[in-house]
């Protein structure tokens, strides 16, 4: 039965690892984490989730957008299983929104991305496809691969001045609602 992992949080030395290339999709083994992983995010309620997030250093990502009291704008859109995904291209305009991760918890931050993108990846049957992103998935797919790099959204910050606490993030987001 699959169930969820436990959540690596900053400082575990395997969100700072350069996570590998997945070469063995149809292996039994690799099938049955991805149904962990894809249980784990839907009980964490994130919007996407990557395998160093659970101590998996593979180069796996889930895209898992849904609107929620934190992300009332998100798409909803089916988990996505991304392998060995990678930007093939990306629009020079960017954007900057707030971001949060279940591996910082308490913190969010104002990260700048590319507004639109162009990916490739390999599904769970290791079909090669490719797609076009803007917007929100863009944000929440640059998020991710971060992740596969060691890197977490406070490193894309422009300022240690972007990040606030999740309590004061709430005040911010409820002023910005009045106005
Ligand atoms: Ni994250």
Same mark, same amino acid.
Request: net charge negative; charged share 25%.
């Given at each position: 039965?699959?169930? =969820?992992?436990?959540?690596?949080? %900053?400082? =575990?030395?395997?969100?700072?690892?350069? =996570?590998?290339?997945? +070469?063995?999709?149809?292996?039994?083994?690799?099938?049955?984490?991805?149904?962990?992983?894809?249980?784990?995010? !839907?009980?964490?309620?994130?919007?996407?989730?990557? !395998?160093? #997030?659970?101590?998996?250093?593979?180069?796996?990502?889930?895209?898992?957008?849904?609107?929620?009291?934190?992300?009332?704008?998100?798409?909803?859109?089916?988990?996505?299983?991304?392998?060995?995904p990678?930007?093939?291209?990306?629009?020079?305009?960017?954007?900057?929104?707030?971001?949060?991760?279940?591996?910082?918890?308490?913190?969010?931050?104002?990260?700048?991305?590319?507004? +639109?993108?162009?990916?490739?990846? #390999?599904d769970?049957?290791? %079909?090669?496809?490719?797609?076009e992103?803007?917007g929100?998935?863009?944000?929440?797919? #640059?998020?991710?691969?971060?992740?596969?790099?060691? %890197?977490?959204? %406070?490193?894309?910050?422009?300022?240690?001045?972007?990040?606030? +606490?999740?309590?004061?993030?709430?005040?911010?987001?409820?002023?910005?609602? #009045?106005?």
């Amino acid at each position: 039965m699959a169930h =969820a992992l436990e959540i690596a949080q %900053l400082g =575990a030395p395997v969100i700072r690892k350069e =996570a590998v290339k997945v +070469t063995d999709i149809q292996n039994p083994e690799l099938q049955a984490f991805i149904d962990d992983l894809l249980v784990t995010v !839907a009980d964490e309620g994130g919007m996407g989730i990557a !395998a160093p #997030q659970v101590s998996v250093s593979k180069r796996i990502i889930i895209l898992s957008p849904k609107p929620n009291t934190r992300y009332p704008y998100a798409p909803l859109m089916e988990p996505t299983i991304m392998i060995n995904p990678e930007l093939t291209w990306a629009s020079t305009e960017k954007e900057k929104d707030w971001e949060g991760c279940l591996t910082v918890p308490g913190i969010r931050g104002l990260v700048s991305r590319h507004q +639109t993108i162009r990916i490739r990846y #390999q599904d769970r049957n290791g %079909l090669l496809l490719e797609t076009e992103y803007h917007g929100f998935l863009a944000r929440v797919f #640059q998020h991710e691969v971060d992740h596969l790099d060691g %890197l977490v959204f %406070l490193d894309r910050a422009e300022s240690t001045k972007d990040l606030v +606490t999740e309590k004061e993030w709430k005040r911010i987001m409820a002023s910005h609602n #009045q106005a």
